[in-house]
């Protein structure tokens, strides 16, 4: 079995609870709660890009994104479609985001478990805003928010001629303003508020 490794290796937020590493086919997650956790890579499986943050770590690899809890003390896996390509990944310390060209993928550090969302097929992310307790997508067709407690991703269709106009993100709140209302999603909401 070859393991072929990108020039792209672990990368590590200094308040991370996890370290990757790489070797003998296997990606390898360590933490002070969970020891030593070996997740094996397939043959021809290239690591494409690692990284992690608090209680969670990532791998993009060529096939499948791998996601390591210090919490739940394991790895889990989310598999790509033939074809499917990474464009965008946030490792935050709590979560973890990856948007490709078809879906929304989001890893709960807390409970290792992930979550996506399908993206349309004209449907086109023009934005991302993100802090440590959610993050909100802006496309063409809808707003779609994720934060780790609300269990999964929380969507709110624009109208045909409605525009986003303004987006502030402070004090865990995402506030998204366009031509007819405004939107506000944050951690302890449940899911996106509404104001004409």
Not at 97 to 110: A, E, Q, S, W
Not at 118 to 132: P, T, Y
Not at 150 to 169: Q, T, Y
Request: proline letters at 3%; hydrophobic letters at 40%.
């Amino acid at each position: 079995m070859a393991l072929i490794v990108s020039p792209v290796v672990a990368t590590a937020n200094p308040q991370a609870e996890v370290a990757l590493r790489f070797e003998s086919g296997m990606a390898i997650a360590t933490s002070q709660l969970s020891g030593r956790r070996e997740f094996p890579l397939g043959a021809q499986e290239v690591v494409i890009s690692s990284g992690s943050s608090g209680i969670n770590g990532m791998v993009v690899t060529s096939r499948r994104l791998l996601g390591f809890s210090s919490h739940a003390l394991t790895w889990s896996k989310k598999d790509l479609d033939v074809n499917e390509k990474v464009l965008e990944r946030e490792i935050l310390p709590t979560f973890s985001l990856i948007r490709t060209d078809r879906h929304l993928y989001g890893f709960r550090g807390v409970n290792g478990l992930w979550l996506e969302e399908a993206l349309g097929v004209r449907e086109q992310v023009s934005c991302f805003h993100s802090n440590d307790y959610g993050a909100v997508f802006i496309t063409n067709e809808r707003l779609i928010g994720f934060t780790p407690l609300i269990g999964g991703f929380a969507s709110k269709p624009l109208d045909v001629h409605e525009r986003v106009v303004g987006v502030d993100n402070e004090s865990g709140l995402i506030v998204v303003s366009t031509t007819r209302r405004t939107l506000v999603f944050g951690s302890r909401l449940s899911g996106w508020e509404e104001f004409e």
